[in-house]
């Protein structure tokens, strides 16, 4: 397995999907605005794309790809038994959750959003919405199945374009938004459950290959071994998705606020979909594989280099975000029903989040370093009191400060994460930097900083044609972006915090 080029082709397909979903948002933002619509359409549409990411962003890879690997090299009809046995319960008990869920979905929308119980049109609206969505979750967990068997097998391309099945649905649907008025956000819940019927058929194509299906109910000792690990990674892997989900339940007390939040989640998660949910997800079969052989060398290599391109990913991101929060919401979003309030509100939820992209990357590698070692009661632990901790924070401040505090309690939160993480990885022994680590390191930084300086003066030499009111300012910003990206390869090459050599090794 090459890390780089494996992490490039994740990273390809889910860069296609993301610029898919901000033209699906981009769309949104001009027919739904930030209103009772838009509000109601988020919470029912953040339920199972909460439940997606937890499951197909590498959660479910953490407790099934250790366990699959090691029945891969016993053979593949013990593979695939394994396999079939967790298909087949994994398939029951959603079946079972989405037809109880549907019977008590009043109750379960005043959980998910309890600001919305005063306001009967917006709650019942939200009601609606979640019903026709909800088995969305039932498809994209299996098709999340099927993605973890291609990723222990190494094959991440069908994996991670998937999901561009999704964007396109709703983008099809919004190109119809005047003939269908407020029908739309129907329509568009029509289509998101649709659309994850349509993953799983697309990856069943892919996966029959290495898996035939046949249908019985059997358990054993490795099965109840990984449902033992499955909550406990669905929970610790998924910490980020958890916070934001807490984080949209305490702003629905606040108009509007769930809008102004997920616009800000959709721009910082384009980096994070690389920086730590690709790398995550790539290194984990390799990983458990030189885990199982106890092959330290290779593993201390992959870690170190998993980190370390981690690190490059997230950390020039952080800076351009905190730079230009306001500029890149308004260039992306500004238009139509999206108002200038919007985007200030917007903007500063970016900016706060943004601060965090570094830990919320640190974590999936983190995380990654321990399901390889079966390892997720640990996680899960952490991932608890950094979810408690969001919690507190934001119930204590929301009053005072309203919804700015949902970005600032998940950022702090995931620091606190991350960094108890690498401590227990240090302190057992699971973990050791190697001897060029902090040179590239400081490089990086380095690179990041002089990178943050040439884009900040992009954006004062661009300053008229970034305001908010300009037709054009979405190209002004495009190009602002490519120029700092292309100036931070070129610092990191020519101080050789990036070497071409880097691509080519195989672990």
Not at 84 to 103: R, S
Not at 137 to 160: R, W, Y
Not at 419 to 440: A, G, M, R, T
Not at 477 to 494: K, N
């Amino acid at each position: 397995m090459n890390l780089i080029k494996s992490t490039g082709t994740f990273g390809f397909y889910t860069i296609i999907s993301r610029l898919l979903g901000y033209i699906r948002d981009i769309l949104i933002a001009i027919f739904l605005g930030t209103g009772l619509l838009a509000d109601a359409f988020f919470v029912a549409f953040r339920i199972p794309n909460t439940f997606r990411r937890l499951f197909s962003e590498g959660t479910f890879n953490a407790a099934f790809v250790p366990s699959y690997t090691s029945e891969m090299n016993k053979g593949k009809k013990s593979a695939n038994d394994f396999a079939n046995n967790i298909f087949n319960l994994l398939f029951l008990g959603l079946l079972i959750l989405t037809i109880v869920v549907q019977i008590f979905m009043p109750g379960f929308v005043s959980i998910i959003a309890p600001g919305f119980v005063d306001d009967l049109e917006k709650m019942d609206l939200a009601i609606s919405l979640t019903r026709i969505t909800f088995p969305f979750l039932l498809f994209i967990s299996l098709a999340s199945f099927f993605s973890a068997i291609l990723n222990s097998h190494n094959k991440f391309a069908a994996a991670s374009a998937a999901p561009i099945l999704l964007n396109v649905i709703l983008i099809i649907v919004l190109l119809f938004s005047k003939a269908l008025g407020d029908e739309l956000v129907y329509y568009l819940s029509y289509g998101v459950s649709l659309a994850g019927f349509l993953q799983l058929i697309f990856l069943y194509y892919f996966v029959k290959r290495f898996f035939s299906f046949k249908f019985k109910l059997a358990s054993d000792e490795k099965v109840k071994f990984f449902f033992r690990k499955l909550l406990p990674s669905i929970f610790s892997s998924g910490v980020t998705q958890i916070n934001i989900l807490v984080g949209t339940i305490i702003a629905s007390f606040q108009a509007s606020a769930v809008s102004y939040l997920y616009y800000a989640d959709r721009i910082y998660q384009i980096n994070l979909a690389i920086a730590g949910i690709a790398i995550g997800v790539v290194i984990l079969p390799q990983l458990s594989r030189f885990i199982d052989s106890k092959n330290k060398e290779k593993i201390s290599l992959i870690q170190n280099k998993a980190l370390e391109l981690s690190l490059f990913l997230s950390i020039p991101a952080t800076i351009a975000l905190v730079i230009a929060s306001e500029e890149i919401i308004s260039a992306l979003f500004g238009y139509g029903n999206f108002n200038k309030e919007s985007v200030n509100n917007s903007s500063l939820s970016l900016f706060y989040f943004a601060l965090g992209l570094p830990a919320f990357a640190l974590i999936k590698v983190f995380s990654s370093f321990l399901f390889a070692n079966h390892n997720t009661k640990i996680p899960f632990y952490i991932s608890l009191i950094s979810v408690l901790l969001n919690i507190l924070i934001s119930i204590y401040y929301f009053n005072k400060i309203g919804f700015i505090i949902i970005p600032i309690a998940t950022s702090i939160s995931s620091w606190f994460n991350a960094v108890v993480l690498f401590i227990y990885l240090k302190n057992n022994n699971l973990f050791y930097f190697q001897n060029n680590f902090f040179l590239n390191f400081f490089k990086i930084i380095f690179a990041s900083i002089l990178m943050g300086l040439f884009f900040n003066f992009l954006l004062n030499f661009f300053e008229n044609q970034l305001s908010f009111y300009h037709t054009f300012k979405s190209i002004y910003l495009i190009l602002s972006v490519l120029f700092a990206l292309f100036f931070y390869i070129f610092i990191c090459y020519f101080i050789k915090a990036f070497k071409i050599s880097d691509i080519k090794i195989n672990y």
